[in-house]
Structure formats: structure tokens, C-alpha cells
């Protein structure tokens, strides 16, 4: 950004002012959020082939593409979601942000389905032979 540019006295800078420009939410969007990975949402995870994994470090923030066929993300009976790595690129952003900061979100994307689920957590990166052998192309 420009330090010589002017300030912008339309600026929103507070929720208060945020919440002047836009209705109350729905109930039905408010209901939906849980803290816990249900049966709904294990069902749109099975049916999901793409995924969006969102990370943040010191540096910035990174929404990383994960695919497969439809359930390549499997979710533990604990709600514990495990996401394979599918070699890319090979920039590791979103697993280099993991390792200093372990909060993430992931967005699960359904073909021909209007909405999205979110999910938001802490993540790890693990190497253990038993679990990786689960996911082998």
C-alpha cells in the first residue's frame, strides 16, 4: 500500500460498523456449527474429492489445494481427520506453516453442492509407516 495515498474515510475498522452494512445471520447458518465431527459431516467428507487446507505462519497466511477420488480424507472415531499428502509442486507451504503454527481450517468442496463444509482444528505432520501405508496410491 501506498503511504502517500489518502486515508479512506470509508474505511470499516470496527465489527459495529461491519454489522450497519449486513442483516443478522440466519438461524440455519448459526445452528450448523458444531464442535464435533458428526455423522453429516463425516457423509460430506466421504463425498468430497477437493479440499482447501488454510494455514498461517509469521510470514502469512496459505490456502493450500488437496485432491483425490471422494473420501481420500479419512476421519478417525475420534473426529480426527487424516489428510494424505498427494506430492505437487513440492513448496510445502501449508505443511512448513503447520510446523510453527498448528492452526488450520479446511474447506470441503462437494461437485454440484451449493454449500461447503468448514472444519477448524490444530494439525500435525507424521511420518508413522502404519498410517502412512493406509493412504499408498
Same mark, same amino acid.
Given at each position: 500500500?501506498? &503511504?502517500?495515498?489518502?486515508?479512506? $474515510?470509508?474505511?470499516?475498522?470496527? /465489527?459495529?460498523?461491519?454489522? #450497519?452494512?449486513?442483516?443478522? $445471520?440466519? /438461524?440455519?447458518?448459526?445452528?450448523? %456449527? #458444531?464442535?464435533?465431527?458428526?455423522?453429516?459431516?463425516?457423509?460430506?467428507?466421504?463425498? &468430497?474429492?477437493?479440499?482447501?487446507? &488454510? #494455514?498461517?505462519?509469521? *510470514?502469512?497466511?496459505?490456502?493450500?489445494?488437496?485432491?483425490?477420488?471422494?473420501?481420500?480424507?479419512? =476421519?478417525?472415531?475420534?473426529?480426527?481427520?487424516?489428510? $494424505?499428502?498427494?506430492?505437487?509442486?513440492?513448496?510445502?507451504?501449508?505443511? *512448513?506453516?503447520?510446523?510453527?503454527?498448528?492452526?488450520?481450517? =479446511?474447506?470441503?468442496? %462437494?461437485?454440484?453442492? &451449493?454449500?461447503?463444509?468448514?472444519?477448524?482444528?490444530?494439525?500435525?505432520?507424521?511420518?508413522? $509407516?502404519?498410517? #502412512?501405508?493406509?493412504?499408498?496410491?
Amino acid at each position: 500500500m501506498d &503511504s502517500h495515498a489518502p486515508a479512506d $474515510p470509508f474505511a470499516i475498522t470496527t /465489527e459495529a460498523q461491519l454489522r #450497519t452494512l449486513y442483516d443478522e $445471520p440466519a /438461524e440455519g447458518p448459526l445452528k450448523k %456449527v #458444531t464442535h464435533r465431527i458428526e455423522a453429516t459431516a463425516r457423509a460430506w467428507i466421504a463425498a &468430497s474429492p477437493f479440499c482447501i487446507l &488454510s #494455514t498461517v505462519r509469521s *510470514r502469512g497466511a496459505h490456502a493450500t489445494p488437496r485432491g483425490d477420488a471422494p473420501g481420500f480424507v479419512a =476421519v478417525e472415531p475420534d473426529g480426527t481427520l487424516i489428510i $494424505p499428502d498427494r506430492r505437487g509442486n513440492n513448496r510445502l507451504d501449508g505443511l *512448513r506453516d503447520i510446523l510453527e503454527d498448528h492452526r488450520v481450517s =479446511v474447506i470441503f468442496l %462437494v461437485p454440484g453442492a &451449493s454449500e461447503v463444509l468448514r472444519v477448524h482444528g490444530t494439525a500435525r505432520i507424521t511420518a508413522d $509407516p502404519a498410517l #502412512t501405508a493406509r493412504f499408498v496410491e
